[in-house]
């Protein structure tokens, strides 16, 4: 569509789902992980944004719904690539001011199905203090608005002290003040990341002046297996409640029972019940499975190490013993004949 065309100015082109993969090595140890960024182009230039929060709710549904189709096979697809979205950073436009009703509506929609987290940015187009009043009006609008963002959670009498230290640290940055830049340039002799102002210098790793660091040592480090582990316990399963629910509900319309005498009857919502959880111990029992699979593989591969190694351990010492045997004297008859002329 060409948005220079008058006649056709006054269609919105609306939000769209771009979805990029990028392969990182997390430490020096070679820790690999598989990155897929999802950007929404488009969202929020719309009068009515109706339809980009349908398209944004879509897009991680249909990936819920690849997991539930996934898990109905008989027989599982191998090569079955888990797409679900673990973490949206919802980017606030740097006004100095608290949310907008955009950002509420969306939000709300967004946190029944993945783990949102509130960010600043271009937060260097605002004064440390704006950066402090906009992230106390923020949260303040989050809490008064029940918005359910991932807050870093912890648990002071179950967690360590680390742990509740480091989260307590995290929860109190939020939302997070973030700087982006594509520019390296030399500070002192160092490269760093940075945007260049004829007053100075904003380096995006520099925690005074962006809460960058934190949340991707936070995002790819501390807090990766967790966001995880939410998504799937329980964002993951209340939609898959949900959906199944709505299955059977929809199964007994078609046979002529009414929803209404559906939810009144005891027996029916017993039964549904009964039908979910054995559902959810089917799949503790294949987690369960694939985990004994799992670590009885690893036992083996470590025994054969074992093994190759003993091997080896015995080999060498053989040699070592051939290379260190003492060579007797041999004795000659002659000897033997001299020394008895002797007596």
Same mark, same amino acid.
């Given at each position: ?9 006054? *269609? ?10 990028? #392969? &990182? ?66 980017? *606030? ?10 950002? *509420?509506?969306?939000?709300?929609? &967004? ?14 187009? &605002? ?14 609008? *989050? ?29 109190? &940055? ?67 409640? #949900? ?101």
């Amino acid at each position: 569509m060409d948005a220079d065309d008058p006649t056709t100015a006054h *269609i919105e082109e609306g939000v769209k789902i771009k979805p990029v993969t990028v #392969e &990182l090595e997390l430490d020096e140890e070679g820790t690999r992980v598989s990155l897929t960024i999802v950007d929404t182009p488009g969202f929020g230039d719309s009068i009515d944004n109706e339809a980009s929060f349908h398209e944004i709710v879509s897009f991680l549904e249909r990936q819920y719904d690849d997991i539930l189709a996934e898990e109905s096979r008989i027989k599982r697809n191998p090569r079955f690539r888990d797409n679900r979205v673990h973490v949206l950073l919802y980017f *606030i436009q740097p006004t100095g001011h608290g949310l907008r009703e955009l950002d *509420i509506e969306l939000m709300r929609r &967004l946190s029944p199905r993945v783990n949102v987290i509130p960010v600043i940015g271009k937060a260097d187009s &605002l004064t440390q203090y704006e950066v402090a009043e906009s992230k106390k009006l923020i949260m303040e609008d *989050i809490e008064h608005y029940r918005i359910p963002v991932y807050n870093f959670p912890y648990d002071i009498e179950e967690d360590d002290e680390d742990t509740v230290e480091e989260n307590a640290e995290l929860r109190g &940055l939020m939302p997070f003040a973030i700087v982006g830049s594509e520019d390296v340039i030399e500070i002192d002799g160092r490269r760093v990341r940075a945007r260049q102002y004829p007053w100075g210098v904003v380096e995006v790793e520099n925690p005074k002046h962006s809460d960058f660091l934190a949340i991707r040592s936070a995002l790819l480090h501390s807090h990766l297996a967790d966001l995880k582990e939410i998504t799937h316990d329980f964002l993951y399963e209340n939609y898959r409640t #949900e959906k199944l629910s709505k299955s059977v509900a929809s199964a007994n319309e078609a046979s002529g029972i009414t929803t209404e005498s559906d939810s009144l009857d005891p027996q029916s919502l017993a039964s549904q019940s009964v039908r979910l959880k054995e559902e959810q111990l089917r799949r503790e029992e294949e987690k369960l499975r694939e985990i004994e699979i799992k670590v009885q593989r690893e036992i083996n591969e470590k025994r054969q190490e074992l093994l190759a190694r003993e091997s080896q351990l015995k080999e060498l010492e053989s040699r070592m013993g051939r290379e260190h045997t003492p060579i007797q004297p041999s004795v000659h008859e002659d000897d033997e004949t001299d020394a008895g002329a002797q007596h």
